[in-house]
């Protein structure tokens, strides 16, 4: 079964540069999360998208902006990038109408910022 | 909103040993409950879900967790561990309607050795 497709895998930044995280949700699946996941920490939800628009934000820095896409593939994107940044980045999709039956995860993106 | 508290943050057992790792919630109404699990450098994997019925609910790789209303609790348990359960597992919670999201605990990083 398809999954969600984050890319790239792994993303070497350096400090003040930018960079761009990508999501293929699951087919038919119409909201996207993205959460941040630091070293040793839990997953922090940042935002989450419905129908291509904006449906709930949560930690999410000013400087990272995200949008889905008519096709519903999303992408975060980060500027002015710190060495704080450095995380693993997760977008999970559901349906909405079923979205309390859980989310699926994709792999991730490791972000370095050196 | 909604919040999850894990009681166990590092778990150290031998293989074969018994595993019960703690989950707790706090939310005034009817919640789905999830566990996660990480393996070292992976992505999150859904172990097993509760949404309603029978409050004992069996996941993969034998792993099973038990639902306590009264408790606000839903811990995790497997008989027998082996050295490849060694990961970190997150408990998750959502309110029924899906408001506020998914909800992670801090998280349990279990090691097993060998």
């Known amino acids: 079964a398809a999954g969600v497709i984050q890319s790239p895998r792994h993303l070497i930044k350096e400090k003040r540069e930018t960079a761009t995280l990508k999501c293929y949700p699951i087919?038919?699946?119409?909201?996207v999360y993205w959460y941040q996941q630091g070293p040793g920490q839990d997953p922090q939800f940042l935002i989450s998208?419905?129908?291509?628009?904006?449906?709930d934000k949560g930690s999410i820095p000013d400087r990272f902006s995200a949008q889905q896409f008519s096709d519903y593939h999303s992408e975060l994107n980060m500027s002015s990038l710190e060495l704080g940044d450095s995380a693993l980045y997760f977008c999970?999709?559901?349906?909405?109408?079923?979205?309390?039956?859980?989310?699926?995860f994709g792999s991730g993106t490791r972000l370095t910022v050196v | 909103a909604q919040s999850v508290s894990q009681h166990n943050h590092h778990v150290i057992l031998s293989e074969a040993a018994s595993l019960e790792l703690g989950c707790n919630y706090s939310y005034g109404g009817t919640v789905n409950l999830f566990w996660y699990v990480q393996y070292p450098g992976q992505h999150l994997q859904l172990l097993l879900k509760y949404f309603s019925g029978d409050p004992l609910v069996k996941g993969i790789k034998g792993f099973e967790a038990e639902f306590i209303k009264s408790k606000f609790s839903f811990n995790l348990r497997k008989p027998s561990v082996q050295w490849s359960d060694t990961a970190e597992y997150f408990c998750a919670v959502i309110a029924a309607g899906g408001a506020d999201g998914l909800t992670f605990g801090k998280g349990t990083h279990l090691i097993i050795q060998p």
């Open positions: 998208f419905y129908e291509k628009m904006q449906s």
């Open positions: 999970a999709s559901s349906d909405r109408d079923r979205a309390n039956y859980g989310y699926t």
């Open positions: 087919p038919r699946h119409d909201t």
